[in-house]
């Protein structure tokens, strides 16, 4: 791989990368409020 | 008889082992005398000294009489714990027995912040390239932003294992130095009406038993449907939070907590020092990778604050988030949320930060695994 190329396929994997951590996140969040919904902490003893 | 012959060490020293041993010293003494990440910084200070002795009997050596090899028991333990990443792993499931999820539970939006304040990872992966470094190398140099250990080692020993020495060093430095790098980026990057946003808590909300047992399960299914390659890490990460919250496995959870913490600490520490030898470490690469690391932790913080103003363009008076709390989506836990606390607390010494810094905090701790496993899954598809 030539520096260039280099350089480039790091902007990618950065790009894709960053983009993927918060869609992550986001389908974290959406478990989270599921999960809190289901099993809500009120209702235990 | 020659001197070399009955001193060998000393006939074989040269000034890059004086270095070592001097920068084994100076890790030490940071490690006692100013308490910075003391578990890790004195056994890879004393391991460092260890090692650079010459002929030292703790590596491998070839016997000069018989010319067999005579094996080092630091080459075993690496060989062992960290080019098998049974070490890191193993800490992941002590790390993961010390976490409590709750605080996510009542702030699930905070979420976003440990993947914002990521960005100083990507950001230094890319500088590294244009400084010459290969993408295994740059990707190993830039997951010192990820501000924790188990997460460096694995991925600097798997792309760039000559490389683990002073990405460990850096790695655990720059955690003890969290409260330093962290104060003054976000000074510069926050206005004083700010850092004085109070944010609204419902510290009261009661977390179910269910929801804390449901989650590390449902995160490594999750994660390891996307992206099996972050398996190892997520899944230990969460395996050892599951010991913790199931409830019928305290002696588990309180032996993960402090024997395995304990033990694997100390072997890791001393066995991540057989790297630091004065050929390895000594090298121009060695001071840019310092470099490079802190820009990476200076970039997270960056990254969170910025996030957390943008945003605030979308949300109301009253409902705004504190930027400095974007600053705690990195993985430095608790130091991060006490630095922000602090620092909400000397502009108005009646905001209460710390509930909204530990929620960022811990869901740093979910974000810098998952950047991880992601560095580990997409590289190698580059080449």
Redesign the interface.
Known sequence: MTQLETIFAALEIAGISLIMIFLFMSLFFLMIKGIDKLFPGDNEE | MEFADLFPALAGMTWKHLVMIFVGITLIYLAISKKYEPTLLLPMGFGAILVNIPFTSALTQIDQATGTEVIGALNVFFDAGIATEVFPLLIFVAIGAMIDFSP??RN??L??F???A??GI??T??L???M?F??RE??SIGIIGAADGPTSIIVASRFAPQLLGPISVAAYSYMALVPIIQRPIVKLTTTKSERRIHMRMDAN???????LI??PI??TV??GL??PSSLALIGFLMFGNLIRTCGVLNSLSKSAQNELSNLVTLLLGITIASTMTAERFVQWETLMIICLGLIAFIFDTFGGVIFAKFLNLFRKEGNKFNPMVGACGISAFPMSARVIHQLGQEEDPTNYLLMPAISANV?GQ??SV??GG??LT??PL??
């Open positions: 996510l539970f699930p939006t979420l976003l440990g993947a914002a990521q960005f990507f950001l992966m890319v590294a390239t244009l010459g290969d993408l740059a990707a909300k009661k977390i179910s038993n269910v929801a449901l989650f449902s995160v999750l994660a996307i992206a869901s979910i974000g998952i950047a992601l560095i997409l590289v580059w080449g």
